[in-house]
């Protein structure tokens, strides 16, 4: 699988979109992009995942450049309680290896 | 809530001991996958089941294994057991084997090791 690079930390103020990078420059053409949150300590949730076309669902917006070299998840209304490490991650798309790599992930943190 | 439930949620052990963590699926999903998340080495991914059958293998130690039930639920032995394999452990599931489908992730069981 691709690697991808986050920045380590980011803040976000309540209420603001929070808009959060990752790279993936040596992405393939049939892997996806995959984002999770995991609030301290508590099971990874999924929020959303795309492979070419930006994507929309009720919790965030990922937009995905032409190239497919980097992608941004969009909170659009960023409340306390995304306050969360945001895993990216690229996957192989096909049937032969269904694990997830995680890599360390950003730390947003949304202030009042 | 994910519809994944893992079993207990707090563990606490001797060094040496054997426990089992206990993962039911959401109703539907085939795949089961364990992952162990410690301090030091964030989320690491164990082992995947497939409709009973092992599917995949990670960063898994020789003194744990997993197996998957008829009823789809599946277990992971831990035998053993050492300091260092006090952490969260996570359950997830999906409904089938492959990279496009979306794992649902359980709450986890915090193992301590004493």
């Known amino acids: 699988d691709a690697k991808t690079t986050q920045p380590t930390s980011m803040d976000c103020a309540e209420g603001r979109a929070a808009n959060l990078p990752c790279n993936h420059s040596?992405?393939?053409?049939?892997?996806?992009v995959y984002w999770y949150r995991q609030i301290h300590s508590q099971g990874p949730q999924y929020i959303i995942h795309g492979l070419k076309n930006n994507e929309t669902n009720e919790m965030a917006s990922l937009i995905i450049t032409e190239d497919r070299k980097s992608s941004t998840l969009i909170l659009p209304h960023a409340t306390l309680r995304d306050t969360a490490v945001y895993y990216c991650i690229v996957r192989v798309g096909d049937d032969s290896w269904g694990k997830l790599q995680f890599g360390a992930g950003t730390q947003v943190v949304v202030t009042p | 809530d994910s519809g994944v439930t893992q079993t207990p949620k707090h563990l606490i052990t001797a060094t040496g001991q054997r426990v089992t963590l206990r993962c039911s699926p959401r109703s539907g999903d085939l795949s089961v996958y364990w992952y162990q998340q410690s301090l030091d080495q964030g989320l690491q991914f164990l082992i995947q089941?497939?409709?009973?059958?092992?599917?995949a293998k990670g960063n898994i130690l020789e003194r744990f294994s997993a197996q998957q039930f008829p009823d789809l639920h599946s277990e992971l032995n831990l035998s053993s057991l050492e300091l260092g394999d006090s952490a969260l452990y996570f359950c997830a599931s999906s409904v089938e084997a492959g990279g496009a489908d979306t794992q649902y992730f359980g709450p986890g069981t915090r193992l301590t090791v004493l």
């Open positions: 089941y497939y409709n009973g059958e092992e599917r």
């Open positions: 040596t992405i393939s053409g049939n892997e996806y």
